[in-house]
């Protein structure tokens, strides 16, 4: 970490799962938590199946996000374009919208070789 006191977290996900990585109470970097996503059920109506995946993602970033608690940066990183979501979800809510966040992509990897990964 560049300070003590910023507070930077690191968060590898894909659309089902992601893991958070930062500072703990005890001033170690760490895993903080890990989130899953199960995803929407079967839907015979394409339109409701559209809607239920939007709220159920709305769902998984707000949970990721409670897990960063007043965080100054935060670097995401994972498949696909969710980390590019995530990010946008961050700049449209009041509460992390001047938050500096950055991403790429990166396949998925072991708690160590993450911890490594994000070594602010």
Known sequence: MKAKNEKNFG???D?????IVGVDDEGTFSVLGQIDNS????????NAANNHEMALTQKFFKEIAAQMTNPERVHITGTGQIQEQFASYLAGSAQYKNVETSHS?????GNEALL???EF
């Open 15 to 19: 659309t089902r799962s992601a893991v």
């Open 105 to 109: 992509t990166s396949n998925k990897m």
């Open 116 to 118: 490594s990964y994000f």
């Open 11 to 13: 968060v590898w996900m």
């Open 39 to 46: 995803g929407p059920e079967g839907n015979s109506n394409e």
